[in-house]
């Protein structure tokens, strides 16, 4: 009779047994599938999976911007970099003046008019000058701005010495130089001795700045360069031989 009664017991309580196991069993997996379907929601990292089901139904904006985010502005704007005009009043190099030093490319009259200029200045004779000034309107410039009724007595008084040596002797200098030829087809047609008075000083070589600094001091150089071009004696003559100006000054 024991027998039995432990038989029965155990029937009855093998349902429980098994209800109790499976009860368990689902109380150990629960956590473990929770786990993996939580692992893209890590704390610290991005969720990328909602973006990538959303970029699936919608097309990307062209440039690859995400919409509502705004772009930094670029560092060079290629627009505004276009069409930039340079700083009024800078001088223009990108047509350099052609420096000429063969005399026999200038016209007749104005070989004729330097080579009298340099046998005057070379007589030591400042009155020598004289004739070759003209008068009236047609005198030549020895000041910048009203003219003067002596230009010799002007050229005197601006030399360093009684006689005018000194300004006769900055005359062959000056024309001793290569020239150039400017205002081709204007009122103001002329060739100008030294060339560095249309030049831009900061470009000279060095045998140019040599030859300048032959007229020139070093410091002289210096204040031009500062000053923003050359600023010493200029002579001009126009191409039917009249002796234009003889000015110092920019």
């Known amino acids: 009779m024991r027998i039995g009664k432990e038989k029965v017991s155990r029937i009855s309580l093998a349902p429980v047994i098994l209800a109790l196991s499976l009860a368990a069993g689902n109380l150990a997996l629960a956590p473990s599938a929770y786990a993996l379907s939580e692992l893209h929601k890590i704390p610290g990292q991005p969720n990328d999976q909602p973006a990538q089901g959303s970029a699936q139904g919608q097309s990307q ?21 276009q069409g930039v005009e340079k700083t009024p009043g800078t001088q223009d190099n990108s047509k350099p003046v052609e420096v ?19 046998e005057a200045a070379a007589s030591g004779d400042l009155e020598r000058l004289r004739p070759l000034m003209g008068t009236g309107a ?12 002596d230009p010799i007595g002007t050229l005197k008084d601006l030399s360093g010495d009684p006689d005018g ?13 290569g ?29 140019e700045r040599v030859e ?30 009249k002796w234009k100006f003889f000015t110092a000054g920019d």
């Open 61 to 81: 904006p062209q440039g690859g911007t995400t919409p509502g985010v705004p772009m930094a502005d670029p560092l060079v704007n290629s627009q505004s970099s």
């Open 100 to 118: 000429i030093y063969d005399i026999s490319k200038a016209p007749e009259p104005v070989r004729k008019m330097r080579q009298q200029i340099v």
């Open 138 to 149: 047609e005198q030549t410039q020895v000041t910048v701005g009203e003219p003067t009724d």
């Open 165 to 177: 040596d000194e300004i006769l002797a900055i005359m062959l200098d000056i024309v001793s130089t």
């Open 179 to 207: 020239f150039v030829h400017v205002g081709q087809g204007t009122a103001d047609d002329m060739y100008v001795w030294p060339y560095f008075a249309e030049k831009d000083l900061k470009s000279l070589t060095p045998p």
């Open 212 to 241: 300048l600094l032959r007229i020139v001091t070093a410091g002289d150089l210096s204040d031009m360069q500062e000053f923003g071009g050359y600023n010493f004696y200029r002579l001009g003559i126009a191409p039917d031989g």
